[in-house]
């Protein structure tokens, strides 16, 4: 069964460097999103992507973080700057029609 | 704006005893829901989806829920837990579509106990 996958699995970084989280949606899916869940709280909404542009994005995604489809299979997440409250779990998501399916998530830790 | 509420942040049932999550939303428009899980250390797997046809809904591993719009919910349920069943469990709302960004509720962590 087609899935959504992410690398890396943990991102150890230092405040203020730049980082990139990658991701490979499922092959025939047009819609690709980023959501964040700090630890102990809820998930939350970044950006969506389609047909090559962002679509919608949160009070969250500010000019820090990017988006871009490089090649036509990633889907990567840019971090300009990161700060502390960055340190969060990281997922990408795919859909067809109807249904936003999961990669497993990029845990970034910013010290 | 929409919005979800999951009632319980944590529940523990019984091995084979009936398993309820609670899940109520607030939507302008005919939603879409769903319900995902996340096992420890993992993503977050779609449960099931209701999107506009049936308003009983059966999911993978036995799980079911049933859209009432009358009282804004879409509880979650299962006859008879398994040790195999805990983990967090998400409701969430999308409008128009699934494919606008997800709403989640705050997740709702389910023990089993032996």
């Known amino acids: 069964e087609p899935e959504v996958t992410q690398t890396p699995s943990h991102q150890v970084t230092q405040m203020g460097q730049e980082v990139i989280l990658r991701c490979v949606p499922i092959?025939?899916?047009?819609?690709f999103y980023w959501y964040r869940q700090i630890l102990g709280q809820k998930v939350e909404f970044l950006v969506s992507f389609y047909n090559n542009e962002i679509s919608e994005k949160s009070e969250i995604f500010d000019d820090q973080f990017s988006v871009e489809r490089p090649d036509g299979s990633n889907f990567t997440l840019k971090i300009r700057s990161t700060k502390l409250e960055d340190s969060a779990m990281y997922f990408c998501?795919?859909?067809?029609?109807?249904?936003?399916?999961f990669g497993p998530g990029t845990r970034l830790t910013v010290l | 704006a929409q919005s979800v509420t999951q009632l319980g942040s944590h529940v523990s049932v019984s091995e084979g005893a009936l398993v309820l999550l609670r899940c109520n939303y607030s939507?302008?428009?005919?939603?879409?829901l769903f319900w995902y899980v996340q096992y420890p250390n993992q993503g977050l797997q779609l449960l099931l989806k209701?999107?506009?046809?049936?308003?009983l809904v059966k999911g993978i591993n036995g799980f079911e829920a049933e859209f009432k719009k009358s009282e804004t919910s879409f509880h979650l349920t299962k006859p008879s837990a398994h040790m195999s069943d805990a983990a967090e469990y998400f409701c969430?709302?999308?409008?128009?579509?699934?494919?606008?960004?997800?709403?989640f509720g705050k997740g709702t962590r389910l023990s089993v106990i032996a």
């Open positions: 998501a795919s859909s067809d029609e109807d249904t936003q399916y």
């Open positions: 092959s025939n899916h047009l819609y």
């Open positions: 209701y999107t506009s046809a049936a308003t």
């Open positions: 969430a709302v999308s409008l128009y579509s699934g494919n606008t960004p997800l709403v």
């Open positions: 939507s302008s428009v005919p939603p879409y």
